[in-house]
């Protein structure tokens, strides 16, 4: 069974390297600051007893005073997953950093969520839309979209 | 003499046949040699993460079939998988078995689809593809008796399945099941030593399991990269560990190990087909839930083994009649993220089969 890693013992384990850094959101989600995402993946990704290597999934969803968004990531060594959020407040221009350096599976994934969110993934090495056309106006997905 | 060359651009699709649908692929090519490709995608792009918001639950179970339609009680299936562990729902024994059965009927029906067009695209054009729709037509036979549609079935409730199977279903499947076995065995004894099959595919657009890993890669495209990871196992769901079977997986990578794999993965389903039909209990096929159903607020991420790998849907509630947000981890969609790496450096002609052996659906795609 894939065990989802509990928030509570995560953020312990992880409070000694990045300490006020991050949170616990949920019994199974831990809340990141936006500037210290890519330091927390790089750690769990490249740490053995972690070794978070599989990409599943990153999203997205709006809760109008600010953008959540999800990774999902699990070990094919250890057969554990952990869903981490990461939250932009700035609606005017909302921006995370790029885990693409790491996963290349989050490649198109990031290009969704910007294509449909609006968020920007800082560092994506080509970041446009993907399924939506150039020039299409607006973002469907936040939930102030009005067609 | 020397020629000199200069690299050209060529548009695949997006209707081409080779394409599976609407997709179009910008590919590079120095004369014959594709240098890169650049994958374009959204001709099919509906809307259905957003049109899930405006619906109630039960209400966003038909948009799920028009995801990947190849495989709509799959798709059925995953997404009320989310739904019931966010609202807690049981689901009765009986459905569960059915649901068994289903998910491993539409894989076979996936793979007859995903090999027959493999090999379409190797050359092979008709008689071994629609050798196996033939296989494929009863399978939609069998899920016609079902729920009375054969491509969007609508089948599969939150909190178990729409109805009852008729008295005649079992006793189809279990007609259907040594048919099938011996026509693989027959059709896998043609094409294994096939030698058009064998210089089209073997060694033909490997994929590393490491990167496999890294792009997110999973179903038989991963299995054949030697990655032994199936959800069935690695994260049951349902009552998948009360079944016995194989998780087949082949070492080199390339587009004939991933052909191997489907064979086999064909024959594991039909196995654990028997085994749900032999212990079938009787029972309720249907927890008492209603149409309307408010999930307590939260957040559920329900996922299976489709037949083209992880199938995920992650489910946000704010306790009202329609979620909050619904998202997609489509399969297909990212399977693609290797491609790249995939054809770099193959032929035109290889493209086209590295591409087809990916087995992607583009309504799952663009969603």
Sequence with gaps: ????????????????????????????????????????AAYLKNTAGFAFDYFNMVTAADYYQYFEVVYHLTSTRHNHSVFIKVRCHNRANPSVPSVVPLWQGADFQEREVFDLFGIRFEGHPDLKRIVLWEGFDGYPLRKDWNR | MTFSTEPFVLNFGPLHPSTHGVFRIKATLDGEVVLDIEPVFGYLHRGIEKLMEERTYTGGIPLTDRLDYVN?????????????????????????????????????????LAVGAMLNDAGALGTPFFYLWRQREKIYDLLEMLCGQRLMNNYVRIGGVSQDIPAEFLPAVMKFVPQLRSFLDEYDFFLMQNEILLARAKGVGILPPEVAINCGISGPVARASGIKRDLRRDDPYSIYQRFEFEIPTCEEGDCYARYRVRIAEMLQSLHIIVQAAQSMPPGATKADVPHLIRPPAGEAYGHIEGPKGELGFYVVSDNSIAPYRCHVRATSFINLSALRQMVRGWKVADLIIIFGSIDITMGEVDR
């Design chain 1, 1 to 40: 069974m894939t065990a989802v890693l509990p928030a509570k013992d995560l953020v312990t384990r992880l409070s000694g390297v990045f300490a006020g850094k991050l949170e616990e959101a949920g019994r199974d989600s831990v809340l990141v600051r936006a500037d210290a995402l890519l330091e927390v």
């Design chain 2, 72 to 112: 709509s009680m799959t798709n059925n299936f995953a997404y009320c998988l989310a739904v019931e562990k966010l609202g807690g729902i049981k689901v009765p024994e009986r459905a569960e078995y059915i649901r068994v059965i289903i998910a491993e009927l539409q894989r076979i029906g996936n793979h007859c």
